[in-house]
Every structure is written in C-alpha cells, then in structure tokens.
C-alpha cells in the first residue's frame, strides 16, 4: 500500500484546483444513505444545463422507452436515482479540466470510461454503483495534477509508457520518482475526501490489495476500480496503459473467464456511449 507522504512530493499545492462546489454537493450526497430526490433536485437546480442534458439522456434511444418525459422527477427516477448523482458529479468535475488540451481531454475520456465500468462492475458485484463510479472517474487524478503542474515530465511520461511498453505508473516512477497513486492520495488529502476514496485513489495499482488489513468491502471497491482500469486500458479509451489483474484479484471479482471479461467489455461500450455524451454535451468537448 502506499507510503509516499505529501511532504515527499513536489511543492505543487498552488497547481491543485479545488473542487467544485457542485462536485462537492454531490459527494455528501453519495455518502448520505438518507438523502432524498428532493435534495439531487436541488444540486441540479445549481447549474440550469444539468436539467435540458438530463431530459435528453432520459429521452434517449439508450432507455428504449416508448413515451416522451419532460419533468426532471421522471427523469430521475427513469434513469436512477444513483446514475443521475453520479452523472451530475462527472460534469461539475470536467470543469476542472478546462481548458482541455489533447492530453487532458484523452485522460478525461479514460477516466469517464473507468467510472462507468466501475459501476457496472460493482452492480454484478453486490455493490452500489454510485460510490465506485466516482472512483472510477477520480481514480487518476493524480495524473491531471501532474499534467497541471509538470507538462513537460508528463510528457516524457507519455513517451516512455509507449516506447518500453510498461504502465504509466512505472514510467511515472522512473521519471518523476513518484507515482499518479502518490499524487492522488496528495490530492485527495488536499480536498478532504472520504478515507475510502482516498485508499482507493492511491492503491488502485499495488499488487498487495487482497493481503492489505482494510477490509473486504474496501478491498473489493479498490479491486472493482482497477479491474474496470485494466479493461478500458485494453480497450484503449483515452489516454492509458495500465496493468492487469492477478488470477487471485480476477477471481475475487468473479470475473475469472475471458468470455465474461468480453461480455464486460461489450457492456462498458454502449453504457460508455450513453454517459460520453450527457457529460460532454453537444459539442463533444
């Protein structure tokens, strides 16, 4: 598990911006069991778009439905009370992408691909989708950060990761001496967020999660994050090059087949489609 302290990394404080108010919003929400359509109703209420994208998404061939909805309630319950948190929260983070380059757009992709294959990996799974889907597209923070404040290592980043063919972790290694995992939990530390998502922003890569002393639950939401990584790595969405899965990690995830891990893919594609397209809005960007 990680080890790396703040105090170790770069002085880059000033580079990491803060989260968005709306973003926020919706972490308390996620955490609070208790909370209500009424209290999602009133963070999209924040920013007036949230509620025209939300009809759209609702309206979409992708919910096969056969009557036209115009109330964001309906909206809400046709998509999921838990899709429509996680969907709010994507768009309010991508602000902290702006304005997108190539590199931050292609991370943003990945990074929105991981979320959704988190949720549905954590649905077959036994767990709530939500949680894991803000894992998912917070799981490389690290990397925005990094790219933020020291583009021109991320560069050779970039460059080493593709020419030796070895994971971005490890060319992170070699060339800054530190790791996305070590600057994620730096950021998550920073912003406050939950222990869990933190744990899991920083290890979503070390070999040693099933012998670690969190627990089960934790375990198998950092698990469900890095196998949902190692499947859009193979997919190539975005900007990535990530590692695989031991048999034993596989197994815990009950995902030990080839023939299920190609059905998964197939699965992640089309939700993929869905999501890309509500959280990037009309101009794809």
């Known amino acids: ?16 911006p803060s989260l968005p108010v709306v973003a926020s919003r919706m972490l308390q929400i996620i955490a609070d069991e208790n909370s209500s359509l009424q209290d999602l109703k009133r963070v ?20 096969r ?7 964001i309630t309906d909206a809400i319950t046709r998509i999921g009370f838990t899709t429509v948190q996680a969907l709010v929260f994507a768009i309010s983070l991508k602000d ?17 691909a991981v979320s959704v294959a988190s949720g549905l990996i954590a649905r077959d799974a036994g767990l709530s989708a939500g949680e894991p889907f803000v894992y998912g597209l917070l799981h490389d923070i690290g990397k925005v950060v990094i790219n933020l404040s020291m583009k021109k290592e991320f560069a050779e980043v970039i460059q080493m990761s593709a020419q030796q ?24 530390e920073q912003w406050r967020l939950p222990a869990n998502l933190a744990f899991v922003i920083a290890n979503h890569h070390e070999d040693d999660i099933l012998e670690c002393q969190e627990s089960n639950d934790l375990k198998k939401k950092t698990l469900v994050v890095k196998a949902a990584d190692a499947l859009c ?3 190539e ?4 090059h990530s590692g695989d899965l031991s048999d034993q990690e596989w197994q815990f995830l009950k995902l030990t ?3 299920k891990r190609e059905a998964l893919r197939a699965r992640i594609v089309e939700e993929y489609k869905s999501y890309r397209e509500f959280v990037m809005g009309a101009s794809g960007r």
């Open 257 to 259: 087949t080839a023939k």
């Open 1 to 16: 598990m990680k080890k790396t302290k703040p105090e170790n990394l770069p002085n880059v404080f000033s580079d990491v």
């Open 96 to 112: 902290l992408r702006r304005p997108l380059n190539k590199v931050d757009f292609e991370l943003w992709e990945h990074s929105l």
């Open 165 to 188: 063919d070895i994971p971005f972790y490890q060319a992170e290694q070699k060339v800054l001496g530190f790791d996305h995992g070590d600057m994620g939990k730096y950021v998550a």
């Open 233 to 235: 790595s193979s997919m």
């Open 44 to 63: 999209i209420s924040m920013d007036q778009s949230f509620s025209s994208r939300l009809l759209k998404v609702a309206n979409s061939p992708y919910y």
């Open 237 to 240: 969405i975005g900007l990535t």
């Open 65 to 71: 439905a056969s009557n036209t909805i115009a109330d």
